[in-house]
């Protein structure tokens, strides 16, 4: 017996292929950000020879890792990879395994949740757009009285805020479709049985 095992295929094929799509811009975030730092290195050292660095670069270093993270975590959860110590748990029955990777989606989807929350939470206070009446709605809180920006660049803060609460948000789906999952497993008895 198992919980939807059809609804179950049908969300976890668009959890998949978002988490995948997800998964792939943080790749091509993070090949351009390598991209970026061999050229403003390269720049540093032929300073002599006329050439300079990228200008602001580390910020732009900084912004797209925080982005690739978050848009790697829904792929990483749904895959289980994920550090996790099988030595003892091996051992052990299908159906305890099971039930021992339910309890690492459970921990892991509320994680996420309070994740969620404490970047929702911050991208509202950086966030410098929205009627009072809209922001209450969504918990953003009061308008902050100027847009905060990088030094260098003066690239919005909220920007890069809004593209992590995304890769989150997506994590958080992620995570509860594996609690689903797991228990399905753990009814059928085992890991992959559904």
Known sequence: MTLAPQAMARTGTVLEALAR??????GIILVGIAVLTVVSITGRALVPFGGSPIRGDFELVENGCAIAIFAFLPWCQLRRGHVTVDVLVSQFSARLQAVFGMIGDVLITLASGVILWRIWLGLGEKFP???????????????PFFVETTYELELPIWIPYAAATFGAAVFFAVSLYTVWRSLNWVLAGAEGSV
Do not use: I, N
């Open 129 to 143: 757009y929205g009627s009072d009446a809209l922001r209450d709605t969504l918990g953003f809180g009061f308008k």
């Open 21 to 26: 799509a997800l998964a792939w811009c943080g």
